[in-house]
């Protein structure tokens, strides 16, 4: 049983990997109703988040003058809520449900946020509506280069 779940877990490990290596090859975008010059390094929500899909993108954004930025994400360090083993680095700083990490308001409880940098995260994985490929990063200005 326990080689049975070695290769499970090594599977697992390597999704992820994949997915952390395929960051630098697709193009990630980031909506605003502002004209910003540079992305904060103290954004509201304590991340500023992008995602694979220009149109959700877009979607999220209630202003008339919404603006769409594309960018290159070059940070691999990305928390993955569906990460058991992510999860638990978690569970050893704050008390928390690790399972209810994959919810976008439990990724953005200031204590959260502050274990997964303490970590040494640069941001997470989050599924805020359909799309698969969501992120939020905590210093954007140091892992993206802006397309536009």
């Given at each position: 049983?326990?080689?049975?779940?070695?290769?499970?877990?090594?599977?697992?490990?390597e999704?992820?990997?994949?997915?952390?290596?395929?960051?630098?090859?697709?193009?990630?975008?980031?909506?605003?109703?502002?004209?910003?010059?540079?992305?904060?390094d103290?954004?509201?929500?304590?991340?500023?988040?992008?995602?694979t899909?220009?149109?959700?993108?877009?979607d999220?954004?209630e202003?008339?003058?919404?603006?769409?930025?594309?960018?290159?994400?070059?940070?691999?360090?990305?928390f993955?809520?569906?990460?058991?083993?992510?999860?638990?680095?978690?569970?050893?700083?704050?008390?928390?449900?690790?399972k209810?990490?994959?919810?976008?308001?439990?990724?953005?409880?200031?204590?959260?946020?502050?274990?997964?940098?303490?970590?040494?995260?640069?941001?997470?994985?989050?599924?805020?509506?359909?799309?698969?490929?969501?992120?939020?990063?905590?210093?954007p200005?140091?892992?993206?280069?802006?397309?536009?």
């Amino acid at each position: 049983m326990a080689g049975v779940l070695s290769k499970v877990a090594v599977k697992g490990v390597e999704s992820v990997a994949d997915f952390l290596e395929s960051l630098s090859n697709k193009i990630f975008y980031h909506a605003t109703g502002s004209n910003i010059k540079k992305f904060s390094d103290s954004p509201p929500r304590g991340a500023t988040y992008f995602t694979t899909d220009a149109e959700a993108a877009m979607d999220i954004v209630e202003d008339s003058n919404k603006k769409l930025i594309p960018v290159n994400i070059t940070t691999s360090n990305l928390f993955d809520p569906y990460n058991e083993l992510h999860r638990d680095l978690v569970k050893t700083k704050i008390d928390i449900d690790p399972k209810s990490l994959d919810n976008w308001k439990a990724l953005e409880n200031t204590n959260v946020q502050t274990a997964l940098k303490d970590l040494g995260f640069k941001g997470y994985r989050v599924r805020m509506s359909a799309t698969p490929d969501e992120i939020g990063i905590f210093n954007p200005e140091q892992y993206i280069k802006r397309l536009d």
